[in-house]
């Protein structure tokens, strides 16, 4: 039987190709697959039967809400009663909740399908006032003006993101087959793009070989990408759907391996991977999982595709990761040079921890140990957004970290600038700080000033004993202003943002030196290794100072970002992403003061970008490539 089987996958292909092996797991592959899925389970990435029998629990009393709401809607249209109890309705699953690898607290992303009777705007004005009334509803945020609009809940403990779709059909079946591409009929973009997660994420789990083998292996990538910085779509690199459909196509090169054996595989297949727009090469390839439709056999709904022969910008994509279903999409849209360089090295460096485990000679849990970012450069750009008004403090740092990539893509153009790596984890602090008092500006009032910082690592060109002054002033005000313009149409009250450059021993100015100087446990260290680290072990004991007493109460920041969608794009990315604007009455700026009464954060002016000691469009050449002390 095991020889019928092995001869049927030799001739069987998988995806775009044949596969490159059909062997089976031998012994030892199994037990470092044993290995492996224990050392996932303590980084908690298996949720409990419990909490999945929760989870089960919240969707049922969700999709019984939302089909009683139709019910509802539809008679208040003048639909008879008899009809209304027979129009149906749908909340479907996707991404990592459907796909089976969600963790211990993480969302359930959800589609809800309605009947064209039922209007996008009923959704969001209608269903979300019924979801307040909910006891089980703890939060609940409407962002209806987002590229993919959504409401962002929290039922009974769960956190829930709710799309949206309105089909053609004046009933929606339970038994409703999303993977037909005829639902796309007569629909909007803003539907196809809602329906899109649910689509891809179906066609997903048909295309792989083993599903189970599959979960377990995107478990132990998604949490590798997580805890070593490539994790994050907003930012540059890749979101959950795009390192899903890279594991897949794994699965199809192998699809007879172990989870341990694809896990090697993966980082040996992506570590090698010829993408297109390199140095190197004018050619690449991009990963599909299944053959691409002719011109002759695309739907006729008229949806662009992916698709460099007919679509010239097409051509400039760096890391194209192509979605299964009509219509295709590039997932990977926002990836910069620096961040897949940044993404190829890791991987590489992934590629070698797996070889030193097959050997023995290190455990799973070397895979899931980071490098530390602070170390890994000497200077930096550091981004600081506030405001005081703490309902629209999340909006805010959503709508910053949106355009951050923007910024990226500015220093990258400079001559003099080889990698600018935008650190994914961000962090956060509450401050009481003074602010002016409108009514008695003699006696200011104190205020919380909500903060979020990002990091961005820069490394320069070696330029040899010439000097250069770099200014660096353009890209940071045109950064600023898109921020701001965007954060206008938003209505988003007294928004500040400040950027400095700082070298990396005056980070502690920022961040307490807990964060700064925890050394994850390398995998092998030289003599010379050591005695650095003791150096700056010791360098560590004796500036423990004020300075960290004061930044104790900074913490880790949980990105909010969404693979599948961007809450603000701007206009004239694609001729779909269409801004809404709102007018915002002029609001009287508000003089922030820390407690000194020195000024905090401001608004970036044409000279701003500035550290205490030295002006971005100051920087000499001959500085960023000496070396300094910690």
Known sequence: MNKTLSQSSLTKSFGVSLPLSTEYPTLK??????????????????ETDAELRHRMDVLHKINTLYKNWIKEIS????????????????????????????????DIDTLCIAPRHIDRSDFFTSFAELLKKQPEVQKLLVIEEAFVPVIKTEFDGIELDMLFARLSFSTIPDDLDLKDDSILRNLDEKCVRSLNGCRVTDEILTLVPNVETFRLTLRTIKLWAKRNGVYSNALGYLG???WAMLVARVCQFYPNAAASTLVDRFFFVFSEWVWPNTATSTGGSPVILKPMPSFDELPPYGFPVWDPRLNPSDKNHLMPIITPAYPQQNSTYNVTVSSRQVMIEEIKR???????????????????QPRNFFNRYKHFIVLIASTIVKDQYMDWIRLVESKIRFLILALEKNQYISIAHINPQ???EVKEIEVENLDNPNEPTQAKNYISFWFIGLEFK????????????????????????????????SPLLDAKYVKKSQLKKYLPL????????SA???????????????????????????????????????????????????NSRKELVKDMSEVPPIDHKEEDGSELKRPIEQDQMIDQDKPAKQLKIDDLNSNESQ
């Open 29 to 46: 592959d199994k037990e470092l697959t044993d290995k492996l899925e224990e050392t996932l389970r303590k980084y908690n990435v298996f």
């Open 75 to 106: 008679i208040s249209k003048n639909m008879p009663e008899d009809v209304a109890e027979k129009v149906g309705g749908k909340v479907c699953t996707f991404g990592s909740f459907r796909l089976g690898v969600n963790s211990q607290g993480g």
């Open 240 to 242: 959950g759907v795009a």
């Open 350 to 368: 992934g590629f070698e921890i797996c070889q030193q485990v097959n050997s023995s000679k290190q455990d799973w849990n070397t895979l899931f």
């Open 426 to 428: 961000g962090y956060e």
């Open 462 to 493: 070696n330029t040899g004993d010439t000097t250069v002054d770099l200014d660096l002033t353009e890209p940071i005000q045109s950064f600023t202003d898109r921020v701001y313009t965007q954060a206008q149409k938003l209505s988003i009250i």
């Open 514 to 521: 807990s964060i700064l100087k925890l050394e994850p446990k």
């Open 524 to 574: 092998k260290k030289t003599e010379a290794q050591k005695e650095t680290d003791k150096v700056k072990a010791e360098k560590i004991d004796e500036k423990k100072s004020a300075q960290e007493i004061e930044n104790s109460n900074v913490k880790l920041a949980k990105s909010d970002s969404k693979d599948s969608f961007i809450l603000y794009p701007d206009s004239g990315e694609s």
